[in-house]
């Protein structure tokens, strides 16, 4: 099923679940799982993807599954993706394998 509305990014889950919720800055969540502050901002942001490295960090601190956070990002990505070529796929029809 094609989704209609963008799914947010992972940033902005985790922000909203976990760092509002807990009350921890970026600054300590980085220290926290050793990465700079910088790069927790970009993610959080939309601005960086969670990679498999960071889904494995965030999934340790927030005792949640790295499959979680790849998850979240592949949505993000694919309906990205499809938004971005959706014109060009249009045209492209299966192929008729023979068994």
């Given amino acids: ?50 990679t498999p490295e960071m889904a494995l960090r965030f999934a340790k601190a927030l005792n949640t599954t790295p499959e979680l956070w790849l998850n979240l990002q592949q949505s993000h990505d694919l309906w990205m993706a499809r938004q971005s070529i959706k014109d060009e796929i249009s045209s492209i029809h299966p192929l008729h394998v023979m068994a």
């Fill in 1 to 50: 099923m094609k989704r209609t509305r963008e799914p947010n990014h992972p940033g902005k889950i985790f922000y909203e679940l976990y760092l509002g919720g807990l009350g921890i800055t970026l600054t300590d969540f980085a220290e926290s799982i050793g990465v700079s502050r910088k790069a927790i901002s970009a993610i959080v942001n939309g601005h960086k993807r969670v």
